[in-house]
T-cell receptor, first 112, second 115 residues
Framework: SQQGEEDPQALSIQEGENATMNCSYKTSINNLQWYRQNSGRGLVHLILIRSNEREKHSGRLRVTLDTSKKSSSLLITASRAADTASYFCATDLSGGSYIPTFGRGTSLIVHP | EAGVAQSPRYKIIEKRQSVAFWCNPISGHATLYWYQQILGQGPKLLIQFQNNGVVDDSQLPKDRFSAERLKGVDSTLKIQPAKLEDSAVYLC?????????????FGEGSRLTVL
């Protein structure tokens, strides 16, 4: 079963605009990660945020985590055509084994 | 540092045939994962190894799928016999932190088409 679910499923924006994707999950977590997947390629790690963190930045990426709402958001500022990809959140399971579980992803298209 | 290597990149077979995929993780990474990604969906974990032991294989269809990680390094995933619904990309990933959580490093994947 899928732990995290991204929203929206698809997002289409113009270059220079900001893109926001959301991830909701069902059970408590230790950490949450965001990955990017270009068409026909493997996934690439973007950022990890731990359950005791509320916000994290990496370059043009900003990730927030609200454990009370069991949700996270990924903001890409000043988007570029090269940001066109699918974005996935991955959650582990608190307690027990660490088993990275992915959602269905958000497909982002950035038009030049 | 070399990344996660997977082969073959593409494979086309007929249903009921068998196929094997190979993965060589990043050197020193104790944890290895096999994921199945069907077109338009997120990766679904099939099996997780810690060294050469299985941590989780609850979603592996054991009547037709098998995986091994001999010597705790590279791994093979086998499907026998294949069904049409097995058409997917099979992704291998490795991690150095394992049960501590952390970043997964993915290979480029092996795309399987079952006709």
């Amino acid at each position: 079963s899928q732990q995290g679910e991204e929203d929206p499923q698809a997002l289409s924006i113009q270059e220079g605009e900001n893109a926001t994707m959301n991830c909701s999950y069902k059970t408590s977590i230790n950490n949450l990660q965001w990955y990017r997947q270009n068409s026909g390629r493997g996934l690439v790690h973007l950022i990890l945020i731990r359950s005791n963190e509320r916000e994290k930045h990496s370059g043009r990426l900003r990730v927030t985590l609200d454990t009370s709402k069991k949700s996270s958001s990924l903001l890409i500022t000043a988007s570029r055509a090269a940001d066109t990809a699918s974005y996935f959140c991955a959650t582990d399971l608190s307690g027990g084994s660490y088993i990275p579980t992915f959602g269905r992803g958000t497909s982002l298209i950035v038009h030049p | 540092e070399a990344g996660v290597a997977q082969s073959p990149r593409y494979k086309i077979i007929e249903k009921r045939q068998s196929v094997a995929f190979w993965c060589n993780p990043i050197s020193g990474h104790a944890t290895l994962y096999w994921y199945q990604q069907i077109l338009g969906q997120g990766p679904k974990l099939l099996i997780q190894f810690q060294n050469n032991g299985v941590v989780d294989d609850s979603q592996l269809p054991k009547d037709r799928f098998s995986a091994e990680r001999l010597k705790g390094v590279d791994s093979t995933l086998k499907i026998q016999p294949a069904k049409l619904e097995d058409s997917a990309v099979y992704l291998c990933a490795s991690s150095s932190l394992g049960q501590m959580g952390g970043e997964l490093f993915f290979g480029e994947g092996s795309r399987l088409t079952v006709l």
